[in-house]
């Protein structure tokens, strides 16, 4: 008997703790798939959703013509993962299946079931106050936010149709929360849930949260940023850039009760809807402290506050070249950006003045 889980998030709950975990290694009877990297999201999109996922490859360096090549590469490797394979569990991990419509969804079940002789589902629900601000921080820190706009969750939507399509008896569904996880941690939880014994040594975490400071200038760049063509500043914002940011603050981010209120409001049946699923209650508290953001203008209030110190991590950067000629070199270059990118704002100012100016 073999056994495929299928991990699907959601998102901001641990997945890529749980990815990196897996992969680190070989386990006696369970494999992780090894194609395409350890979150099996482009994966499974590229293979069952290639229109859609065409994009997100082009961004990543592919180039347009290569990327039938490399989907049709993917889903040879994981055939012959599938073939060869002699332990009894299989596991594929990717938070973007709760986004997939219900189509592409069946036809990952059939190419499983053709594979396999029972799937099992496993997600985690994060309840909405603690799902909104880490998916807000989230969308600031990968550089996809450029507006203070509150996002919203549909648990409905997302996790409704594999009840449909795997038998409700095979979905788990679990609530994300320190108290009900095992050992309030949700790598320990999952892995005990498919029967993978693991130590405290086997355990990998990954996507620490960046303090109100780090996403405040984050979204700082977000807004008032350009990308030049060519440049490289985009795509290493979610890593290397993010990273530089670690150490800076150490105030919590949160949202305001004024700032979430309509987000809730919004998502009121879905969370009832939740409730319903579980059991047991999935409202939060909101954040009523004095250092919850409500606005825009508070968010950017903060990033005004942090010009020091992120001329400082410039600094400190800078002066990490050991060559005096290199070192020349690369603040001549970082000088020559400064000025094309100030020149970018400019035009970029005033195209949407003249915008604005001739909308009706």
């Given at each position: 008997m073999r056994t495929a889980i299928l991990h699907i998030g959601m998102h901001k709950t641990g997945s890529t703790s749980i990815q990196k975990t897996l992969e680190s290694r070989e386990w006696d009877k369970h494999h992780f798939v090894r194609v395409g990297g350890s979150n099996h999201s482009p994966l499974l999109r590229a293979l069952f959703d290639s229109r859609a996922m065409e994009g997100n490859l082009v961004e990543k360096g592919h180039a347009r013509e290569d990327i039938p090549g490399l989907i049709a590469l993917w889903r040879r490797q994981l055939?012959?993962?599938?073939?060869?394979?002699?332990?009894?569990?299989?596991?594929?991990?990717?938070?973007?299946?709760?986004?997939?419509?219900?189509?592409?969804?069946?036809?990952?079940?059939?190419?499983?079931?053709a594979r396999v002789d029972n799937i099992r589902v496993v997600g985690y629900a994060r309840?909405?106050?603690?799902?909104?601000?880490?998916?807000?921080q989230q969308k600031i820190r990968?550089?996809?936010?450029?507006?203070?706009?509150?996002?919203?969750?549909?648990?409905r939507t997302q996790?409704?149709?594999?009840?449909?399509?795997?038998?409700?008896?095979?979905?788990?569904?679990?609530?994300?929360?320190?108290?009900?996880?095992d050992q309030g941690d949700v790598v320990t939880d999952f892995a005990r849930r498919i029967g993978l014994a693991l130590t405290s040594e086997d355990i990998?975490?990954?996507?620490?949260?960046?303090?109100?400071?780090?996403?405040a200038v984050l979204y700082a760049?977000?807004?008032?940023?350009?990308?030049?063509?060519?440049?490289?500043?985009?795509?290493?914002?979610?890593?290397?850039?993010?990273?530089s940011l670690e150490a800076l603050g150490s105030t919590k981010f949160q949202l305001s009760s004024r700032a979430l209120q309509p987000a809730l409001d919004e998502m009121s049946e879905d969370i009832d809807w939740l409730e319903n699923r579980f059991g047991q209650s999935m409202r939060?508290?909101?954040?009523?402290?004095?250092?919850?953001?409500?606005?825009?203008?508070e968010l950017l209030t903060v990033a005004d506050a942090q010009v020091d110190a992120v001329r400082s991590l410039l600094i400190a950067e800078l002066g990490n070249q050991p060559q005096a000629r290199s070192a020349?070199?690369?603040?001549?270059?970082?000088?020559?950006?400064?000025?094309?990118?100030?020149?970018?704002?400019?035009d970029e100012r005033k195209k949407r003045r003249v915008t604005r100016a001739v909308s009706p």
């Open positions: 055939d012959a993962e599938f073939r060869t394979l002699e332990k009894p569990t299989i596991v594929l991990s990717a938070e973007v299946l709760p986004e997939l419509s219900t189509p592409r969804i069946e036809a990952i079940r059939d190419y499983l079931m309840m909405p106050v603690g799902l909104i601000q880490s998916d807000m990968s550089g996809h936010l450029r507006n203070f706009k509150v996002p919203r969750q549909h648990y996790f409704e149709k594999f009840d449909k399509i795997f038998g409700a008896e095979n979905v788990e569904l679990i609530k994300f929360d320190r108290n009900s996880l990998i975490h990954r996507n620490s949260s960046l303090s109100l400071e780090a996403v760049r977000n807004k008032f940023g350009v990308d030049l063509p060519g440049s490289p500043v985009r795509k290493l914002l979610p890593n290397r850039i993010v990273k939060d508290m909101q954040s009523d402290h004095s250092g919850g953001i409500s606005s825009e203008k020349v070199a690369e603040s001549l270059y970082q000088l020559q950006f400064l000025h094309v990118q100030r020149q970018a704002i400019a």
